[in-house]
């Protein structure tokens, strides 16, 4: 759905601009609908 587009390119926008943590240690800052789908958008 569209929604669903709009949370990946959030999560992908927050998770790429974590402050230059590395990509092992995700930050949890995500909106809940993006963490509930983080499962399955982690690489």
Known sequence: ???RALDRRLYLLLYGT???MPPDKPVWHF????YEN???LRL
């Open 1 to 3: 759905s569209l929604q």
């Open 18 to 20: 974590s402050y230059g």
């Open 31 to 34: 909106p809940e609908k993006v």
């Open 38 to 40: 983080g499962e399955t």
